[in-house]
């Protein structure tokens, strides 16, 4: 299904996936899938909503909004909810009218605006962003993905959570080498084996009061 997707667009949905899992939503809605947008390509934020750091605002409106529930445990593979599959139908549109080969992230972003009535179109439209003028400013200006680094001023972090940290990022790696050569049993095992290693990292944030930590 995401063969068409670049890597930075992969790696939006599988972030999606686990603030699904984190809030212990069934399946993967269109907050879920804004948050995992603008928590991995920040550049997108930074253009459209005018902060690297606008996935704190997503992670305010949905604890609000009373979605937040305990965390989903052990190794799960959540489905995309009817909007959710409605916008990636949406980005795949958006992508073929920029004549992009590939779905990047400023199509899913594009493909969430069109699904007017979801949590991630009220969001945006809140902030400013609308679907005509988005989609001109892309046509103007297409976006080019950069792992630029945001940094933010913090503390230093507890050596076992940078650890753990770095050991996901190790595992990801694999997911998406994996999918990449189309093996995607290997793909499944690992994201498995990540899924194990982010539950104790969550418990990790919770011991040190690092929960914000969740939407980065």
């Not at 920040?42 to 996935?55: D, I, M, N, T, V």
């Not at 995309?80 to 549109?93: I, Q």
């Amino acid at each position: 299904m995401f063969e068409r997707y670049t890597e930075i667009a992969r790696r939006a949905i599988v972030s999606s996936k686990h603030k699904a899992s984190h809030v212990g939503s069934r399946d993967i809605d269109t907050e879920h899938l804004l948050l995992g947008l603008l928590s991995t390509d920040k550049g997108l934020a930074r253009r459209f909503l005018g902060s690297p750091w606008a996935a704190d605002s997503v992670w305010r409106k949905i604890e609000q909004n009373g979605k937040v529930g305990q965390p989903i445990k052990g190794p799960h593979d959540l489905p995309l909810s009817t909007t959710g599959k409605r916008a990636l139908s949406y980005a795949a549109e958006e992508a073929d009218q920029l004549s992009s080969k590939h779905i990047s992230t400023e199509h899913l972003l594009l493909g969430l605006l069109r699904e007017e009535n979801s949590f991630a179109a009220e969001f945006l439209h809140e902030h400013g962003v609308r679907l005509p003028s988005a989609r001109d400013e892309l046509i103007r200006a297409p976006h080019r993905y950069s792992p630029e680094e945001f940094v933010r001023e913090r503390d230093p972090l507890p050596a076992d959570v940078v650890e753990l940290q770095s050991r996901i990022s190790s595992i990801f790696r694999r997911v998406e080498d994996a999918v990449a050569r189309h093996d995607f049993a290997k793909a499944r095992e690992y994201s498995n084996e990540e899924c194990k290693e982010r539950e104790k990292l969550l418990s990790l944030y919770q011991k040190y009061g690092l929960l914000d930590w969740l939407y980065e």
